[in-house]
């Protein structure tokens, strides 16, 4: 039974991402086709790129929004018929919808057939909306401006009613100036922010944030140094370390031909990265947007996720034995006899396998790690992990003189699991913290958090002084050298721990701690602190202000402040389980000289965009971009985020002014101070 209750949790985990950046997939171009003195066609083409697809005029109801023109009225002409498609549309399943769906891929040519009225010049005007899907994720709908300029040259049309095609392409003139924007926002707050409001506050088409794409790919190469680490770690463990020697003299003793023992460990090492890449790239495969925010706010996967770190954390420290049923692993083994390469790839199988019990709570937990972050996670992590684990077994096939070298199996693989099981334990509190943020259960504060992390760090010190023994362990006569020296760093992580239970802002693991509230400069008066605060915010019930200055949480009410106090606004899109947002706090915001800014210069509005905070039923409402109720805190500020700046990241920083007018270009995940200072500075010169 067992058996059974290990392999539903791993299919648990292995099925269990935010636009990080604007994507623009479709390209428009327009142009006129005159087939007459007095009549003209109207070309609506889309250039689709590879991989997406736009969907047809005619969607059935409760899908994506289909594509759709909307014609102004004009007495210089009128239209004939409907808007025509081609080529034929694909209609298959559609796995974001799972409906059946006509859709188009790499083009689509829309005709609008119009009878000319006048001879003067004139422009045929309107909009266009559409929607467009991957197989991972969809975009929000998007409106695109169109004009057609009709009779503004003659042109002879031959009486074999030849056609003359004049093209336009209509630019996005927010490329010409960073803040003048030509796509409309979408008023989907409609239950709590007026249509002036919505109208005044102009969002920019394409924005791009070359500093939070930086960061991100900064984040993906630390995942990718933290997933070798693990790697590495895995072969310091008892089921993987004694079957290095056993396995590079089986590649050695096998044959006398040097060449083609490098050429079988080249491929056993290839094959164990096959083999785990090939677990991320699934993962990779059926994580989508959608899930991936499901993962990140709701309670049920967080809390499946402290568990199953706390079920390793006991497997590490002996309490049980993950194993696979024997079956698997013998008729692996069996395949590994076949000999050739496929049977070199069985043999790194049988190494998988056989090395589960100890590999699989590291495994579990970079996946579960990877499966909350960049969609890219997974695959990223497992290539790393793989590289690494694989690589003693290849180098060493090419040297197997330094075999001799290596250390002796003993005792100390046994010490390197406890270790480990310390650490994940530790790394579950995370997943115990978010929910109870988002959800506001009141169980773990800042405090209690760092005490158990105390606890932990300094019982695991104990441990290594030989102090505390486990199953499995031996007596511990003697610290050696690289004992004494985890001995020192755990201990010191302990006395760095201590005063931040008493408000020291401990900035280098912040973003695994929940957040801290920090005051201003004493400097700053109290009188000061009110100079940003019109009225008691909404939900201050539910939220604290972790600037130490008074802020909003709620966009209407702050922008109302905003217009009484004549001050322009600063927009914090932010998350309870958003560790960059906790990074970016405890780094730069907390910073006295941008706290000052913050305090003197602007009205605050903190909006987070995952928390689970019920809202009154009379103020639900139906989300423009994907139709979907929205019916908490959470989701109203981020679909707020997505329809008005075309992004759901966060943090996301937004400088507007009383009037709701862009000031500045939006600020991402930055830990540079200057930028910020400066950001700041150029919103206020601008005002």
Known sequence: MKKYIIIFFLVLFAVANSFSQILEPVKWEFSENRL????????????????????????????????????????????????????????????????????????????????????????????????????????????????????????????????????VIIEDTAKKNDLKFTKPIYTSLKKDTSKNEISELQTKSGIEDANSSEQEKKSLWIFFFFSLALGFAAVFTPCVFPMIPLTVSFFVNNTKNKSKVKINAIIYGASIILIYTSIGAVLTFIIGDTFLVWLKTNWIPNIIFFLLFVFFAASFFGMFEIILPSKFVNKTDRQADRGGYIGIFFMALTLVLVSFSCTVPLIGSL????????????????????????????????????????????????????????????????FLSVPDQMYHWGLLSRNIYIAIWVVIFFLMGLYLLGKIKFKNDSDVNHIGFIRLILVIITFSFVVYLIPGMFGNPLKEISAFLPPQKVNLDKNISLNEHKTNICEKPVYSDIFESHYGINEYFDYKQGLRCAKKLNKPVFIDFKGHSCSNCKKMENKVLFDNEILNRLNKNFVIISLYCDDNTKLPKSEWFKSSFNGKIINTIGKKNLDFEITNFKTNTQPYYVLIDSKGKLLTKPMGYNLNIDDFVDFLDNAIKEE
């Open 367 to 430: 996946l579960v790690e990877a499966a909350t972050g960049d969609i890219l996670k997974p695959l990223i992590g497992m290539f790393g992990f793989s590289l690494a684990f694989s690589m003693p077994f290849t180098f060493l096939a090419f040297t197997p003189s330094l075999l001799k070298k290596l250390p002796k199996s003993g005792g100390w693989l046994n010490s390197v699991k406890i270790v480990l099981g310390f650490i994940i334990l530790a790394l579950a509190m995370k």
């Open 36 to 167: 007459s003195n007095d009549k003209a066609e109207l070309i609506l083409k889309a250039k689709i790129k590879e991989k997406w697809h736009l969907y047809s005029q005619f969607i059935e109801q409760g899908g994506p929004v289909p594509t759709s023109f909307y014609f102004d009225k004009s007495d210089k002409y009128e239209l004939k018929g409907d808007v025509t498609e081609s080529p034929k549309p694909i209609q298959g399943f559609d796995k974001s919808f799972k409906l059946e769906l006509k859709y188009f891929i790499n083009k689509a040519n829309f005709k609008q057939k119009i009878k000319i009225l006048s001879d003067k010049p004139f422009s045929v005007k309107g909009h266009l909306k559409f929607m467009c899907c991957n197989n991972i994720n969809c975009l929000p709908p998007e409106e695109i401006n169109f004009e057609f300029k009709l009779n503004e040259s003659k042109q002879e049309v031959t009486k074999n009613n030849s056609t003359v095609t004049t093209k």
